[in-house]
Antibody
């Protein structure tokens, strides 16, 4: 069974930093691209970033470029999202998702990030 | 930038009825990269349909997807109580790489 378990969320002040982690299991992790998707009440579902299976390419939504860094450790079946210069509008539930042919076929339960202004 | 617009915003129906949800793209979308998700309160979204018309693993056959180009449809043939949720369409393309519609809430009438 595919499982994705996020951790690291919490309350942070605007301008601060946070690191999210995602532990993956139940599939051959190093053969899949992965992504983060977030959901805020006002803005709905929003793609944040994606990374290829070997970390050869990483992509970011425009509003995250230069602030967020997405990485993976295939030896540990883990993903990491380093978020810097956080803004109030980054407040959302962040989901770790598995990518397959352009769609998200498995989702974690999500982790809440709250940025206070 | 590809924008996905879903309609209606809210759909009120009774169990047993059929539902038709629309997703319209501002530019043509490759059908291979159009998906639908279901989200219930307090839960993560769940993949229903990928490549516009292929059901994901474990999805009942009352769910079907169709469409091409800029117009896509999710059809639920006979609503069950557990089908009342929010539905999102999503595309994979170039700009932005992935985008979602704003969602259609399917509520019990």
């Amino acid at each position: 069974e595919v499982q994705l378990m996020e951790s690291g969320g919490g309350l942070v002040k605007a301008g601060g930093s946070l690191r999210l982690s995602c532990a993956a299991s139940g599939f051959t992790f190093d053969t899949y691209s992965m992504a983060w998707v977030r959901q805020a009440p006002v803005r709905g579902l929003e793609w944040v970033s994606s990374i290829t299976s070997t970390s050869s390419h990483t992509y970011y939504a425009d509003s995250m470029k230069g602030r967020f860094t997405f990485s993976r450790d295939n030896a540990k079946n883990s993903l990491y999202l380093h978020m810097n210069s956080l803004r109030a509008e980054d407040t959302a539930v962040y989901y770790c998702v598995r990518l397959f042919n352009g769609h998200y076929d498995h989702w974690g339960q999500g982790v809440l990030v709250t940025v206070s202004s | 930038e590809i924008v996905l617009t879903q309609s209606p915003g809210t759909l009120s129906l009774s169990p047993g009825e059929g539902a038709t949800l629309s997703c319209r793209a501002s530019q043509s979308v490759n059908s291979e990269y159009l998906a639908w998700y279901q989200q219930k309160p307090g839960q993560a979204p769940r993949l229903l349909i990928y490549a516009a018309s292929s059901r994901a693993t474990g999805i009942p056959d009352r769910f079907s997807g169709s469409g091409s180009g800029t117009d896509f449809t999710l059809t639920i043939s006979r609503l069950e109580p557990e089908d009342f949720a929010v539905y999102y369409c999503q595309q994979y393309g170039n700009s932005p790489r992935y985008s979602f519609g704003q969602g259609t809430k399917l509520e019990i009438k």
